[in-house]
């Protein structure tokens, strides 16, 4: 759960180009229609995809898919689908923090957001775009550098399991 906090966090990065005060309004007007891929620096396989409310996570740990309503998450050979509700944390939460409880702050450079003991601070770098994440939970901290932010163009079935691309898994289905 820890290393998908911090990969869903890394989602954000990818949403930020503003570099002074209003970095929320302009974090917002660029979310819409925006897909993009996001490489983490020190982790070569990592990469994080999202295009509005869905997102897929490929690392050599952890592997999800969420188109918007549905979740699989591949653990061995078994991917669990759930439908996760807004009290499980989820990338597109911080767009609209206070409708998920979450308070933000702008500071310089740098956003935060807080709901009871979980904290993301996203920071803009010097080119006014997202440089770093830092995720803290009261098990661990967690700090992310971006490699690399690309725009793409994905189809909707990209941010869902695709059981026959995997044959050896078996699905549970928990919900």
């Not at 759930?82 to 923090?97: A, I, R």
């Not at 009261?138 to 044959?167: G, T, V």
Request: glycine share 6%.
């Amino acid at each position: 759960m820890k290393r998908l906090a911090i990969l869903l966090a890394s989602l954000l990065l990818a949403q930020f180009s503003a570099a002074q005060a209003g970095l929320f309004e302009r974090l917002k007007s660029q979310l819409a229609d925006t897909p993009f891929s996001v490489e983490v620096e020190g982790r070569e396989n990592d990469c994080v995809e999202m295009y509005g409310r869905a997102f897929r996570v490929f690392t050599d740990e952890l592997k999800l898919w969420y188109d918007g309503k549905t979740l699989w998450h591949l653990k061995g050979d078994e991917v669990y689908v759930s439908e996760p509700d807004h009290t499980e944390f989820m990338p597109y939460q911080l767009f609209t923090p206070s409708t998920y409880g979450f308070t933000m702050t702008e500071g310089n450079r740098q956003l935060k957001f807080v709901k009871q003991d979980f904290s993301v601070v996203i920071g803009i770098g010097n080119d006014g775009l997202p440089s770093r994440v830092e995720v803290r939970t009261p098990d661990a901290q967690f700090d992310l550098r971006l490699k690399e932010l690309r725009k793409c163009s994905f189809e909707p079935d990209h941010f869902r399991f695709d059981a026959a691309s995997w044959p050896h898994v078996e699905v549970v289905d928990l919900r």
